[in-house]
């Protein structure tokens, strides 16, 4: 099955992960898709393939040589829940002329926003029809690494041992929750979920949420003076009192501040930020700033807020940089295929980071898939075949 073909497959698969519900998985649809890639790894005739029955992961294990170092490839089954992955219509556009694609009647992917996009000319894009994710995060990651497994046992290439793992939630970042290391005995591995072709990246943001309680008070508008408390108001004061320093005004290797939902009305607000940062020290000063508002504000207001900052990931770099054997042989890879290694940090988190922390090195590969988290995703068909052929060089740089 070429990897166009699986790619096809997953994303008619819904698997939204869900940061409310509380449970692992946190979606009953993520369940179908691992059922699926357990049969298909069944086929592949992988050795100790297995499905974590309570928490939805898979685990599988090619044996190989005993004296090579065991390497480890890890992709996620989740996408996001900022859109909607249901009933996903995807648009093969082939020989792509380098303008805009027309994705539906009220959605164009449009050159002027996503510039990336004229790179492509030439080549086979593939969208959503613009009312949906596409799924590329990470179905094309998971798409690549099946789609190499073939490749490795068709032509008889020489490997060591190769583990093999599918994570559910890792998008609220909770993949690695329940990840059984006792199924999973690589050295080292790497994550594909990244976005452009020849990305290798080791080092990523710490990362916590802000979660924010706010209590008002609700009376009639025409009495309210000295006693409503607004709690849409106060929410409004802790916006404004943040350094304006956003996603949209960010980049490389600057932090920031992202309030990323909030709902409510007079009487009780509920507002979520993610804080970001890669330098240690002032992601400690960023946590310490929000404190320091809220603290002020519930002087204010009676005491009427209530702050928790769960923490999400921290940054790899510190472990992978004792592994430099491991980034090496990325970049080998990707220039043995004729792919120019691009050394980049993620601004985000992956799996790899807190495996990392768990004692996995683990840093990240490029996918091949744009405009992550929204309608507008995309990803290049050639640009998947070229991952394809990375993942199955990083083997053979191993297998030596």
């Not at 974590?52 to 898979?58: F, G, I, K, P, S």
């Not at 979520?272 to 809220?294: A, C, G, P, S, T």
Request: hydrophobic share 35%.
């Amino acid at each position: 099955m070429k990897v166009l073909d699986r790619f096809l497959r997953y994303i008619t698969i819904p698997t939204n992960s869900n940061s409310y519900t509380g449970t692992t998985p946190s979606t009953e649809s993520q369940w179908q898709l691992a059922r699926i890639l357990v049969q298909e790894l069944r086929q592949l005739n992988m050795d100790d393939v297995y499905l974590d029955e309570e928490h939805c992961y898979v685990y599988a294990h090619l044996k190989g040589n005993p004296n090579a170092p065991k390497i480890g490839f890890i992709a996620h089954m989740d996408t996001s829940e900022n859109a909607s992955d249901e009933n996903v219509k995807p648009q093969i556009v082939y020989d792509y002329d380098g303008k805009d694609i027309r994705l539906s009647d009220t959605e164009t992917l449009e050159v002027a926003k996503f510039p990336k996009l004229a790179n492509f000319k030439g080549k086979t894009i593939i969208t959503s029809d613009g009312t949906t994710l596409l799924g590329a995060d990470d179905k094309a990651g998971i798409a690549e690494i099946m789609t190499m497994l073939q490749s490795v046992q068709n032509s008889n290439i020489p490997h060591g041992d190769i583990y093999i793992a599918f994570t559910p939630d890792e998008e609220i970042g909770e993949g690695t929750k329940y990840f059984d290391f006792d199924k999973f005995k690589a050295d080292f591995a790497y994550t594909i979920d990244g976005e452009d072709l020849g990305e290798l990246s080791y080092e990523n943001f710490n990362a916590c949420s802000i979660k924010v309680d706010i209590k008002g008070l609700s009376v009639h508008t025409g009495s309210a003076k000295n006693v409503m408390v607004n709690s849409l108001m106060i929410a409004n004061e802790i916006t404004n009192s943040l350094p304006k320093e956003y996603p949209e005004n960010t980049e490389g290797y600057e932090g920031f501040y992202h309030l990323d939902n909030m709902s409510g009305d007079v009487a009780h607000t509920t507002m979520k930020f993610l804080i970001r940062d890669f330098d240690l020290d002032n992601f400690e000063k960023r946590k310490q700033i929000f404190r320091d508002i809220v603290s002020g504000l519930n002087k204010k207001y009676n005491d009427c807020i209530t702050l928790t900052m769960p923490y999400s990931y921290a940054n790899m770099k510190p472990v992978v940089d004792k592994y430099p054997h491991i980034i090496e042989a990325a970049k080998t890879a990707m220039k043995n295929v004729g792919v120019t290694p691009i050394i980049e940090p993620i601004r985000g988190g992956t799996d790899g980071a807190e495996l990392s922390h768990k004692g996995l090195p683990c840093p990240n590969l490029c996918a091949g898939g744009h405009n992550f988290h929204g309608i507008h995703e995309y990803v290049c068909l050639e640009d998947m075949e070229k991952i394809v052929e990375i993942l199955v060089e990083i083997v053979k740089q191993f297998a030596k």
